[in-house]
């Protein structure tokens, strides 16, 4: 009883399958386009993948050190206003330290600028930048 309701069930599936209006416009697009991208991606060359990887790796690198340098700055300014009689404001190291901070803060926004125009001479910079100004910011903020 079941066997035969289950192939009748089959059967009107392939009846009404048949029926079925094609697809069009932008939905067959879409249809089509996914198997395209699939096969693309399978096709994509080990070395490729590997360069991708090492490119990753590079940013990943400028994103660390822009960071680290943004907070030693920070810390550096944070110092000089924070502590004593040594580095604090109105001495001669005080000074010093409080130019330095103050003239990588200046440089970094230069830095940013420079990056998005000179992208095909130095793409580096503009990561760079904008990760020690970020580390910069989120120190003295916090």
Do not use: C, W
Not at 74 to 93: E, N, R
Not at 102 to 130: N, Q, T
Request: no cysteine.
């Amino acid at each position: 009883m079941t066997m035969t309701s289950f192939q009748a069930r089959i059967e009107r599936i392939n009846r009404t399958q048949g029926n079925a209006p094609a697809m069009s416009g932008m939905g067959a697009e879409i249809a089509n386009a996914v198997p395209r991208l699939m096969e693309g991606y399978r096709d994509f060359p080990q070395a490729d993948r590997e360069a991708l990887s090492a490119g990753f790796a590079r940013y990943m690198a400028l994103i660390a050190a822009g960071t680290v340098f943004g907070v030693t700055a920070a810390l550096v300014m944070l110092a000089v206003i924070l502590f004593g009689p040594q580095t604090g404001p109105g001495t001669p190291l005080g000074n010093a330290l409080y130019l330095a901070g103050l003239g990588g803060l200046a440089l970094s926004p230069l830095l940013i600028v420079d990056g998005l125009y000179g992208k095909e001479r130095a793409p580096h910079e503009l990561v760079f930048g904008l990760a020690y100004l970020t580390g910069f910011t989120i120190t003295i903020i916090f």
